[in-house]
């Protein structure tokens, strides 16, 4: 399985601070990969120097290769990002704004509208997308930027939480729906609280703690802990 995800020996110091240290992950292309650690552990300073919103200060992360951070135009169009707080401009419709990140991954507008009314009906949109952003409850949020994040086809989706505000259906079709994504080749990196959809979901896991991986399952272990990954975390991370 090639990697798609590459962090190479990344340590990311804040002043003396140091919120990750020598984190070193490989993810492979369809892998759905799970993130897990206590509040602070350094899970969404990784994130954040995955999508190149922070440089490390050492090491690289590559994105199918190319380095975030001395490359990020072709490693950022194969990316896709949804952050815990789901971000919309709230005078824009949903409809508009799925045009807006069209046009920011340079999408031929012949393709656009077509690709706008498949993530209406995968995502069940239809109701509320053309209501404006500041209409939107917490999980109408959430199912518009996961429809953003996927719209341009990306090889890795970045996610983390990605239940927040959902109610039981819609929790249900977005993992169906992300389920389904990994099989058909996309990497997904996925940092949560919510062990019960690692198991459930995930092929691997990495936890971190105090800015260290302290435990990586096995491919596809996550899947056979028979529902004991709480205990094991629990006494990890204690």
Do not use: W
Request: proline letters at 5%; aromatic letters at 8%; a negative charge.
């Amino acid at each position: 399985m090639s990697p798609t995800v590459q962090i190479r020996n990344v340590t990311k110091k804040f002043g003396s601070f140091v919120a990750v240290d020598n984190l070193d992950l490989s993810i492979g292309k369809g892998e759905f990969f799970g993130f897990l650690g206590p509040n602070g552990a350094g899970k969404t300073t990784t994130i954040k120097m995955i999508t190149g919103l922070y440089a490390p200060t050492s090491g690289s992360c590559l994105i199918n290769g190319y380095d975030v951070h001395t490359d990020p135009v072709p490693a950022k169009r194969s990316l896709g990002y949804v952050p815990d707080q789901p971000f919309l401009y709230e005078k824009l419709t949903g409809r508009e704004f799925l045009f807006f990140v069209c046009g920011l991954f340079n999408m031929p507008i012949a393709v656009v509208k077509e690709k706008i009314d498949e993530y209406i009906d995968i995502f069940e949109i239809g109701d509320f997308i053309d209501k404006r952003g500041e209409e939107y409850s917490q999980g109408m949020r959430q199912r518009i930027v996961l429809s953003a994040a996927l719209i341009h086809d990306p090889g890795v989706l970045i996610i983390d939480e990605p239940l927040v505000g959902l109610d039981p259906r819609s929790s249900r079709l977005v993992k169906d729906v992300l389920k389904r994504r990994t099989t058909e080749g996309l990497t997904i990196f996925m940092s949560t609280h919510l062990l019960e959809i690692v198991e459930e979901l995930c092929d691997r896991i990495a936890i971190i703690k105090e800015g260290r991986i302290i435990y990586e399952e096995t491919q596809s272990a996550a899947r056979r802990s028979n529902g004991q990954l709480e205990t094991m975390f629990l006494e990890l991370t204690k």
